[in-house]
Each structure stands twice: as C-alpha cells, then as structure tokens.
C-alpha cells in the first residue's frame, strides 16, 4: 500500500513527533489541533512542547514542505488519531469524546482504502467503536468488523509507548505493536509505521492491542505503589527508604522502584482506571495500586504541615505568615515541561491555597507562567528561592535540583519524596 499523504489529528506529545518523523521520511503529513496557537507555532517550524530534537525536525519538515497544520483534515492516505483521553467522575470512566469528535473531523474527507490508525491510550473495544461512529456517518462506506476482512475503509490499534525526553529515539528504535480489526488493517498499519520504525512491527488483533498498552502502564503502576507504599511505612518505622530499598536491591532478583509525591502523566496515571471500569469485580490489585499512588500527594502534604509546625516550633517569634515554603518542580517526571497528572503540581498548589505565608515554585523547564493556572504559587529561580525560603519540599529530581549542594539547605525544614538531598 502506498502512502503518499498522512493526516495527524492531534499535535501534542505523540501527535506532533509523530508527525514529524512521518515527514521526515519525505511523506506529506497535515497536522489538525483543536488550538489556533499550536498550528500557528508549528505552521512557523516551532514548537510548543519541550521535547530533545523535535524543534530541528519539525523546521526542517515545515521549509521542506513536508509538514503543515490546520483546524481541519484534509483527504489522505492514513489517519492516525493522537488526542487525550482523560476519564471522568468520580468512577473513572474513560472519557472518549475526543476520539469520537475525531472521527467528526474526518469522516467528511475519508474515501475507499484509507487507513485510520488510533494511537490514543484507551478502554478495550475503542477501535471497534470508531468504525460505528464512523460508519453512522458515511453509511456509503463499509467499516470494518472484527473477524471479517471486507470493508471500504481499514481500521488499527498501535499504542505509543515512548519515554518523554526520549521520544525522538524510541519512537524509531522501540517494537510496535499493531492490531488491526482485520488483517487487511494490520497489514497496512504495519507498513506505515516500517517507513520510520526500526524495531519490530508485531502484529496481533485490535483487542490484545489495546490490552496490551492497558497492561504495561497497569504493570509499571503497581510496581510504583509497592515503592510508595515501602516509604509511607517506613516513615512511620524511622527507616530510611532510600536506604532499604538500596540494600534490598542486591536481592539478585529484587528491582524495587523509587518512590515519590504519586503518579502522573498521560498514562500510567489513567490507564489502569480502563481496565478497573470494564472489570470492576477482577482488578482488585490494579485498583488497589492507583488508590495507594493517588494518596501519595496527601501524605507528602500532611508531611510539610508537620514540617511547618516543628519550623513554628522552633521559632517562636514567628507566625505562619512569615514562614515560606519553596516547592522544587511541578512537572510529572524529570527533566520536562509535562505538567499532566501531575501529582508535584496538585501538591504545590494545594499547599499554596492552604499556607498563609508565601509559596514558592521553582520550574526550570517552564517559561510562561500563566497565574491563574497556578493559584498562589510565585514562581522563582533555584538561587532566589533556595534564599527566601525555610522549608524546601523536593517533588522533582530535575538535574538542575541535584546540583544544589546539601549545605545550602542548613537551617531549613527539608520535605524530599525524591531522596536526592536526604539519603
């Protein structure tokens, strides 16, 4: 199958690499975005995610003609949709509206042949979904059935698993796992994807596909728990996690995680609540993980209230209002502007809604500060805040935080749920 032309709906953190290393294999690729802003930036060969490399590959894509943005999907040969799906209530449900109002925004310029690929994280059966949706708008086409291989249009599932700050790498050197409805879809998938993808393209149906993506994050969520849970139970105990995780990982069979303030991201922080809302009664330990990972931002805050009362303690002459707090990242991992799921922003900001005094951030990786996005929170740099404040709470270890000498933190309350400064 020949593609001359790729539509990408959605330009965010998988849509727009994506994008660009389609066109960097001379493939004429139409981003669509819902933000007047994003086409803009990338219609200009810029970027608006900080991600290594991206910026060169995206003007070269851009002044070579290979690349373009607009609100609107234009005909192509694939489709592949890269939007968010968050979920909603206090359930979980997965929220699958984006991906719905995708398929709007396509079906209009769809034609026999074409290859709609759903890159997105969803619940199993999302594929089959988007060829009723579909399907009840352009009752000329025949969609795909699971199973039967005739159809005018050809649908797959091909999960994204690559690591924020190394996307570039991993999206041409990581496997692939393809799952069509039917083998007509994988088959066509799979050839899409080989015009950049070094690794395998391993083809499976559309169901084990989204699984698949589904169990991964699931896998690396309950490890994470089991790490947070260790340093909760450990603070009760005066044991040094740090320190016992170190000693136990000499276990020639043990891998224990580090812990930290919780889970964020667009994946692991979401995926496992898919499969807890389509089976409920079985995902017991799934679950079990997302609760104990979502009540790390909790305990971190009870920790800098302890801490800020044992500082009051210390200094009687001094009031709430004069105590200031510095909270060292917000991002949802190391070394990036992601602030999804976020559990380092959702702590920062609570403890600025909640403290009279001032609450400082310290953000290296983020240049515009919209206020009302943050709250209270004053943002400064490492100097300035490290200068002003008397407890420092570590919810990042950005490379920046671990150059910080220990013996500028003397005298000051230190709240670390990374262990850089404290093991």
């Not at 074409?114 to 949706?133: F, K, N, R, Y």
Request: glycine share 6%; net charge negative; hydrophobic share 40%.
């Amino acid at each position: 199958m020949t593609f001359e032309k790729v539509t990408v709906i959605g330009l965010g953190y998988i849509g727009l690499p994506t994008a660009a290393m389609f066109a960097s294999r001379k493939i004429k690729v139409h981003g669509v975005d819902v933000s007047q802003h994003v086409v803009d930036t990338v219609n200009q060969g810029k970027v608006h995610i900080v991600e290594p490399e991206l910026d060169m590959i995206v003007q070269a894509a851009v002044v070579g003609g290979y690349l373009k943005a607009s609100l609107t999907a234009e005909p192509s040969d694939a489709f592949l949709i890269a939007v968010p799906t968050p979920f909603k209530g206090d359930n979980h449900e997965p929220d699958l509206s984006y991906i719905e109002s995708s398929c709007a925004t396509i079906a209009p310029v769809l034609k026999k042949g074409d290859l709609i690929i759903l890159e997105s994280t969803s619940p199993v059966g999302t594929a089959e979904m988007i060829s009723e949706w579909i399907g009840k708008l352009r009752s000329d086409l025949k969609m795909p059935k699971m199973g039967q291989e005739e159809s005018d249009i050809l649908i797959a599932y091909c999960p994204e698993r690559v690591l924020p700050g190394h996307i570039l790498r991993e999206l041409v050197e990581n496997d692939r796992v393809i799952g069509g409805i039917n083998s007509r879809s994988s088959l066509a998938a799979s050839e899409l994807y080989k015009t950049f993808v070094m690794g395998e393209c391993i083809v499976t149906n559309a169901r084990t596909a989204e699984m698949v993506k589904l169990t991964e994050n699931s896998f690396r969520d309950v490890n994470i728990a089991f790490a947070n849970e260790l340093s909760i139970i450990c603070d009760k105990l005066g044991i040094s996690v740090w320190e016992l995780i170190r000693l136990a990982n000499r276990h020639p069979r043990v891998n224990i995680l580090q812990p930290g303030p919780g889970v964020g991201g667009h994946c692991i922080a979401v995926d496992p609540w898919f499969i807890v809302s389509q089976s409920p009664k079985e995902a017991k330990l799934i679950r079990t993980a997302r609760e104990v990972n979502d009540g790390k931002p909790s305990w971190v805050i009870d920790k800098v209230k302890v801490a800020l009362a044992d500082f009051l303690q210390e200094n009687p002459g001094k009031s709430v209002r004069d105590v200031s707090i510095a909270c060292f990242g917000l991002a949802f991992k190391p070394d990036i502007d992601d602030l999804r799921e976020s559990p380092a922003l959702h702590i920062a900001k609570e403890i600025s809604s909640v403290h009279a005094g001032k609450t400082f951030a310290v953000e290296p990786n983020i240049t515009d500060f919209a206020a009302k996005a943050y709250g209270k929170l004053e943002f400064q740099g490492v100097e300035q805040a490290l200068d002003k404040a008397d407890i420092v709470v570590l919810l990042v270890d950005h490379k920046e935080f671990k150059k910080i000498p220990v013996d500028l933190l003397k005298g000051k309350k230190v709240v670390d749920t990374r262990g850089i400064w404290t093991q």
